[in-house]
């Protein structure tokens, strides 16, 4: 007979992996927003040194 406790032991990986998914997915997006407004700003003809805020 299976308890709670073995039930508990047989999902931890599966929680694990959706937090990692996730953790992931939020990552990818975070990215893809970032160069979204990377192009944005190249379009406009800003500099890359004053799109990055590197020291002159």
Known sequence: MRTHQTY???AAPL???CL???FLRNQLMQNTRYLDKLID???????MKKI???PA
């Open 8 to 10: 508990a032991c047989l």
């Open 15 to 17: 929680r694990a992996q």
């Open 20 to 22: 990692h998914s996730d």
């Open 41 to 47: 700003e190249i379009v406009k003809g800003r500099a």
């Open 52 to 54: 990055l805020r590197a």
